[in-house]
């Protein structure tokens, strides 16, 4: 298969959707990788680099887009990428499609093939192709609560982890999922005492097996979190509710109850933050403070590391890229059930509910899963009056589809 990787153009986007070492297994396995000239740059690899391991240089994107039957990418594409975009041809990248209508229409009306990052799913439920994210977040949230801690960030003046004679700072965690684990794992490591507050059970005891002992968990509700504010210097927000806005935990009567200088994380800034005072600010401005609190809530937080952002990508969307190259998309959704969950548009058609949906477009659901000439073979099997619904019969697993439209 021919794959073209852009440079990607969105404001302050620095990764790349293949590093060398991916150019590299591709080449391996037959392929032919053409990449636009300083496309690795912001994160570190030189174009000699994409040469030394096989891939062609293209000066442009226009070129890029041209040649490619597959295009891998970081950032959905934006309005100047639109017409470049062929019939036919396959996206593989991250889109959060439900957030912009006019993406979606465009991509429908381009006729490509969307197989999407964050919709790739595995039977358990996971995202894999999103969790990289949050462990880049998770780790960066206490790297950039000890900077802002600091007194000339404005923050208490208070080391993680003390020295010896002087108590270690108290870092208090809300979400024990993979952001919190992350977060609870770098300040525990230097020194802090660390509090994790979730409302899973059965999370709370496995974070509990598997922490060190300056590690605490707590059930996550409105009396703890009122109590342990209190006397916590750092607070990482790290809750999320699949599918709904952040509930508010810290609400701002809250703030005046904190010591001066505390500061606040909020790493699900991006479902609307768990702070009531959260309002996404930019790697450019990253904090700000109310009642003497310091705010940092950053949306897109990994775009400030993009070398270990990339390969932290590329190292889970990598083994896709070859399924998706080696077989062509059909064949591989139809393999395999995690990319199969991941196309959202095909040929002008939305084929992920949680779009259609968020943009009236149930018909194109309804007719798309009808369409069976989509795929040689008929995957999707649902009743007439639901297209939700999986019958046990389905030549392939649709269980976590289905589960998906609930
Ligand atoms: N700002 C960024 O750059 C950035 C980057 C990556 C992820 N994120 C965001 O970080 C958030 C967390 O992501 P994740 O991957 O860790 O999710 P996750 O699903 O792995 O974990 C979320 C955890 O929150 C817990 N939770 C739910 N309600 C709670 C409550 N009331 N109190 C305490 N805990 C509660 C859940 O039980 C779960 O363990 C998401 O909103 C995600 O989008 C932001």
Known sequence: MIIGVPKEIKNNENRVALTPAGVAELRKTGHTVYVQASAGEGSGFTDEEYTRAGATLLPTIEEVYGIAEMI???KEPIAPEYNLIK???????????????DLTRAMIERKAVCLAYETVEKADRSLPLLVPMSEVAGRMAVQQGAKYLEK?????????????????ANVLILGGGIVG?????????????????DVSLPRLRYLSDIMPPNVVTEMSNEYNIREAVKTADL????????????????????????????????????????????????????TYIIDDVVHYCVANMP??????????????????AIQLANKGWQQACRDNNELLLGLNVVNGKVVY??????FGLADFIQQTLGAEALLPRPFYRYSSNSP??????????????????Q
């Open 388 to 405: 939700c619904h999986s019958s046990s019969r389905d030549p392939v697993n649709t269980g976590a589809l289905a589960r998906r439209y």
């Open 303 to 320: 775009g400030a590391v993009p070398y270990t952002s990339t390969l932290a990508l590329t190292n889970a969307t990598l083994p896709y």
């Open 87 to 101: 019939e036919n041809q396959l996206l593989f990248t991250y889109f959060h499609f439900a957030s912009s209508e």
């Open 72 to 74: 891998v990418k970081v």
């Open 152 to 168: 000339p960030m404005k923050g208490r003046g208070i080391l993680l982890g003390g020295v010896p004679g002087v108590k270690p």
């Open 353 to 358: 509910k949680g779009v259609a949906d968020a």
């Open 181 to 197: 684990t992350q977060a609870a794992k770098m300040a525990a490591g230097l020194g802090s005492h660390v509090t994790i507050m």
């Open 235 to 286: 607070i990482v927000g790290a809750v999320l509710i699949p599918g709904a806005k952040a509930p508010h935990l810290i609400t701002r009567d809250m703030l005046k109850t904190m010591r001066p200088g505390t500061v606040l994380v909020d790493v699900a800034v991006d479902q609307g933050g768990c702070i009531e005072t959260c309002t996404p600010t930019t790697h450019e401005n990253p």
